[in-house]
């Protein structure tokens, strides 16, 4: 297999070292990787040993636990995967550091999680585990499948779990909300804003914004949420909006964990209308504290990401549906 260990090439993307088994010398290198990204500042304030790892992106913080109970491993798990619970700790901080650059922080924690919860899994367990999750179970195959010295009961396990991601891809298909639901938003949206005050448009912005903005322009949620407070231009009489875009869409490209490295400013045509209503927010929140990245939305209250969360946005969306729905 191949993994993300090695030096970087050229804009943002990086050469593969192919790595058949964790050994001596790539935990070695690890340890090495983990010193770069510590000086970088996307991990702060830990050593590699610890039993958790506190990381930033400049989007969001991080915790990568590595904390498990040797002795449920020991009497669970060890006799079928193969090692000991020490060799199984250095290993699953090698994995992730090798996986450093490739997947975002967010998704390696998940990563992390998942193998973390296999370590006192007996291979009765392993047989019915139930992570659903087609990406994290093939994590789950790579990691069993550099762990050395190898054995008939682990590679059984490794077998089975294929096999589950191979019925679930033949499985899948992706389930769409009736339009109709879609539809009904969007009425409701429109009713409600009409009659809105100016408490109600200030607090409920980011929802109308996101409703409005993503509908002409697919945006993931993290894109949306990090657009710059000063996003409006005009030109030739044509009003625009500049938005953060994502790099790390394209396969192969490193996650630099910046925002000037995983992000570029993209610009694009808007109508009068939204331009409107974003400079009445922006006059609105005039008074209002920066956000640490200078975005257009602003938080009541200073989280630890630094701008108006996915969560804070989640909220701020369910209670909306809520106030236009209550009737229904």
Same mark, same amino acid.
């Given at each position: 297999?191949?993994?993300?260990?090695?030096?970087?090439?050229?804009?943002?993307?990086?050469?593969?070292?192919?790595?058949?088994?964790?050994?001596?010398?790539?935990?070695?290198?690890?340890?090495?990787?983990?010193?770069?990204?510590?000086?970088?500042?996307?991990?702060?304030?830990?050593?590699?040993? *610890?039993?958790?790892?506190?990381?930033?992106?400049?989007?969001?913080?991080?915790?990568?636990?590595?904390?498990?109970?040797?002795?449920?491993?020991?009497?669970?798990?060890?006799?079928?995967?193969?090692?000991?619970?020490?060799?199984?700790?250095?290993?699953?901080?090698?994995?992730?550091?090798?996986?450093?650059?490739?997947?975002?922080?967010l998704r390696l924690q998940k990563?992390?999680?998942?193998?973390?919860?296999?370590?006192?899994?007996?291979?009765?367990?392993?047989?019915?585990?139930?992570?659903?999750?087609?990406?994290?179970?093939?994590?789950?195959?790579?990691?069993?499948?550099?762990?050395?010295?190898?054995?008939?009961?682990?590679?059984?396990?490794?077998?089975?779990?294929?096999?589950?991601?191979?019925?679930?891809?033949?499985?899948?298909?992706?389930?769409?909300?009736?339009?109709?639901?879609?539809?009904?938003?969007?009425?409701?949206?429109?009713?409600?804003?009409? *009659?809105?005050?100016?408490?109600?448009?200030?607090?409920?912005?980011?929802?109308?914004?996101?409703?409005?903005?993503?509908?002409?322009?697919?945006?993931?949620?993290?894109?949306?949420?990090?657009?710059?407070? *000063?996003?409006?231009?005009?030109?030739?009489?044509?009003?625009?909006?500049?938005?953060?875009?994502?790099?790390?869409?394209?396969?192969?490209?490193?996650?630099?964990?910046?925002?000037?490295?995983?992000?570029?400013?993209?610009?694009?045509?808007?109508?009068?209308?939204?331009?409107?209503?974003?400079?009445?927010?922006?006059?609105?929140?005039?008074d209002m504290p920066a956000t640490?990245?200078?975005?257009?939305?602003?938080? *009541?209250?200073?989280?630890?990401?630094?701008?108006?969360?996915?969560?804070?946005?989640?909220?701020?969306?369910?209670?909306?549906?809520?106030?236009?729905?209550?009737?229904?």
């Open positions: 297999m191949s993994l993300m260990m090695g030096n970087e090439a050229y804009a943002g993307f990086e050469r593969t070292l192919a790595v058949c088994e964790i050994d001596e010398k790539l935990i070695g290198m690890a340890k090495e990787r983990f010193a770069e990204y510590r000086k970088k500042g996307v991990i702060k304030g830990s050593r590699f040993e *610890d039993n958790s790892w506190d990381t930033y992106d400049e989007v969001r913080n991080c915790c990568l636990d590595f904390s498990f109970d040797k002795s449920t491993f020991t009497s669970n798990t060890q006799d079928w995967i193969g090692c000991t619970a020490e060799c199984y700790s250095d290993c699953l901080r090698t994995y992730v550091l090798m996986k450093f650059g490739e997947l975002s922080l990563v992390l999680n998942s193998i973390r919860e296999m370590a006192g899994l007996s291979l009765e367990d392993m047989v019915t585990y139930g992570n659903e999750n087609t990406e994290l179970k093939k994590h789950i195959v790579d990691f069993l499948g550099l762990i050395p010295q190898s054995n008939e009961l682990r590679e059984s396990v490794m077998e089975d779990l294929e096999e589950a991601v191979f019925r679930k891809k033949l499985s899948d298909s992706r389930d769409l909300s009736a339009f109709r639901y879609f539809l009904d938003f969007g009425r409701h949206m429109e009713e409600f804003w009409d *009659d809105a005050d100016d408490h109600e448009k200030y607090f409920y912005f980011p929802v109308w914004f996101w409703w409005n903005l993503t509908s002409i322009l697919p945006l993931r949620a993290t894109e949306y949420l990090m657009t710059p407070r *000063d996003c409006i231009i005009t030109e030739d009489d044509k009003t625009y909006i500049q938005i953060r875009r994502t790099l790390n869409k394209k396969k192969g490209r490193k996650h630099g964990y910046k925002i000037k490295e995983d992000y570029k400013i993209c610009t694009y045509e808007i109508s009068l209308a939204i331009a409107k209503e974003i400079q009445e927010y922006i006059n609105a929140t005039a640490f990245l200078d975005t257009l939305l602003i938080p *009541d209250r200073r989280g630890s990401c630094g701008y108006f969360s996915y969560g804070q946005m989640v909220l701020r969306l369910r209670n909306l549906c809520a106030l236009m729905m209550q009737d229904e």
